[in-house]
């Protein structure tokens, strides 16, 4: 490596850093935090950090962190986990933990991590969808509405 | 001497815990909410957060205590606008205070004390 590298190299670190943890609200209220690649301690600091700033900043109530894209959870990656659950509920946020997969789950409980107190679901989808009942809103298809209104 | 005001708005008590809370000022704080819920029986306690900006050990347990305190007392504390580095603070030093309720605004807080003691009655 020469030494004109080394801007290229701090650059895209920078670059990576910024990626790598997006904050996207999804709706008034809801905050998505899809995570890909694996979590080490400096990473998982930035996430807390930005998200809780996020999370003062939109007033958010729920945020779904989504696991679909962490290839591996051992013990250090589910502590991570569980601070940020902690930290975002003492600003009086709840995380709703997703995408856990049926082999991330089983190494978790064989791990003794049973993430107690957390609430868990298995895709995105089902996260908003819990999101919205948390709010007390609902989803509804117009099409639907519609069918049943001729047949009412 | 109080170095926080504890306003009493209907049926709550609002701690506005000041700027540089020393661990004096902390256990100040403490004895004259507690007395406070004494004398004048509220059903909920909020506990505002957003002008701290630092905590230590000392401060985030003397949190905890007061918390578990007033609920001893009869009422429900929630504790609100905890700045984001105060949060980070309290969770690096593992204390996580479980037994309390938070929001992320005053606004917030009244509204779930609101909530949780209509369910009560």
Do not use: F, N
């Given at each position: 490596m020469n030494e004109n590298d080394t801007p290229t190299i701090e650059q895209q670190r920078a670059t990576i850093a910024?990626?790598?943890?997006?904050?996207?609200q999804v709706w008034e209220g809801v905050l998505a935090l899809p995570l890909i690649g694996s979590l080490d301690t400096a990473r998982a600091q930035n996430m807390n950090e930005r998200l809780l700033e996020r999370i003062v900043e939109t007033g958010?109530?729920?945020v779904i962190l989504d696991i679909t894209g962490v290839p591996v959870v051992d013990t250090a990656v589910a502590r991570h986990l569980l601070e940020t659950v902690s930290a975002a509920r003492l600003l009086g946020a709840e995380v709703l933990l997703v995408g856990l997969g049926s082999r991330t789950a089983m190494t978790l409980v064989q791990l003794g991590l049973d993430l107690q107190g957390v609430t868990t679901r298995i895709t995105m989808a089902k996260g908003l969808e819990l999101a919205f009942q948390k709010l007390g809103l609902e989803v509804t298809s117009k099409t639907t509405r519609a069918v049943d209104g001729t047949e009412g | 001497m109080l170095t926080s005001a504890i306003i009493?708005?209907?049926d709550t008590l609002?701690?506005?815990v000041q700027e540089?809370?020393?661990d004096e000022d902390a256990l100040d704080l403490q004895a004259a909410l507690t007395q406070q819920l004494e004398r004048t029986p509220v059903n909920g306690v909020l506990i505002d957060l957003s002008l701290v900006h630092v905590i230590d050990s000392f401060l985030g347990r003397t949190l905890n205590d007061l918390a578990v305190?007033?609920?001893l007392l009869g009422a429900r504390a929630v504790v609100v606008g905890m700045q984001p580095a105060v949060a980070i603070t309290l969770v690096e030093l593992g204390l996580e205070l479980r037994r309390?309720?938070?929001a992320l605004t005053v606004e917030r807080?009244?509204?779930?004390l609101a909530r949780s003691t209509n369910h009560r009655l």
């Open positions: 910024e990626l790598e943890t997006p904050v996207i958010s109530e729920i | 009493k708005v209907r609002i701690v506005s540089d809370l020393g305190g007033v609920r309390i309720q938070t807080g009244l509204d779930l």
